[in-house]
């Protein structure tokens, strides 16, 4: 079991290049979820999916956008990457049938925006 | 809507020292909560979680945090710091019908030998 894998590692973007922060889970979770991390504001919600097909969005999803065709997958897009946008990415997964389960997470992509 | 506070961004304690890591919650829902670490350049891992049940919650590394409804609290404590424990923690809550976390802003602990 990989568990949670995200790729890059690291990526230094300019503004206005686009790119994908791809995900990938092998424990049959239905549950994905994208946030990011900035220092002194904890973890905030971008995005997530209940399921294949079904996305919907968090706490602060202007500037990205994902779709979820396999149950395996769930990347990650910046259409128009800005320096706001410099952060460090987690993805999660959480097992079905079971909202107070844990989440578990990627090891991370640290994005830098020039 | 459902929120945290933790209380204190950085901690530091001396080796041997207990540990307390402070959060208060918000829910319109008996919540579900969490604590998670977070060690340098790593992912977050779970400690322990509260669900329904016993209110003194007990998780890895000889963590434990006790749920007090009254006080919207739970926060995290440990007897005895272990220079190993210096990492960030981060409270969470869900309530649970929609599998969102909501995180806190993290605390820091550092541990002094």
């Known amino acids: 079991n990989a568990g949670v894998t995200q790729t890059p590692k690291f990526q230094v973007l300019k503004t206005g290049q686009s790119m994908t922060l791809q995900c990938a889970q092998d424990m049959n979770h239905e549950y994905m979820s994208w946030y990011r991390q900035d220092p002194g504001m904890g973890l905030r919600l971008i995005h997530y999916?209940?399921?294949?097909?079904?996305?919907d969005q968090g706490e602060v999803p202007n500037g990205y956008n994902v779709s979820r065709s396999t149950t395996e997958d769930f990347p990650l897009r910046l259409l128009s990457a800005a320096p706001s946008q410099t952060s460090v990415y987690f993805c999660a997964s959480q097992p079905p049938g079971s909202p107070f389960s844990e989440q578990y997470f990627g090891p991370g992509t640290r994005l830098t925006v020039t | 809507a459902q929120s945290v506070t933790q209380l204190g961004s950085h901690v530091s304690v001396s080796e041997g020292a207990l540990v307390l890591l402070r959060c208060n919650y918000s829910s319109s829902v008996p919540p579900y909560l969490f604590w998670y670490v977070q060690y340098p350049n790593q992912g977050l891992q779970l400690l322990l979680k509260?669900?329904?049940?016993?209110?003194l919650v007990k998780g890895i590394n000889g963590f434990e945090a006790e749920f007090k409804k009254s006080e919207t609290s739970f926060h995290l404590t440990k007897p005895s710091a272990h220079m190993s424990d210096a990492a960030e923690y981060f409270c969470a809550v869900s309530e649970g019908s929609n599998y969102k976390l909501t995180f806190g802003k993290g605390t820091l602990l550092t541990v002094n030998p």
């Open positions: 509260y669900t329904t049940g016993a209110t």
């Open positions: 999916s209940v399921g294949a097909g079904i996305t």
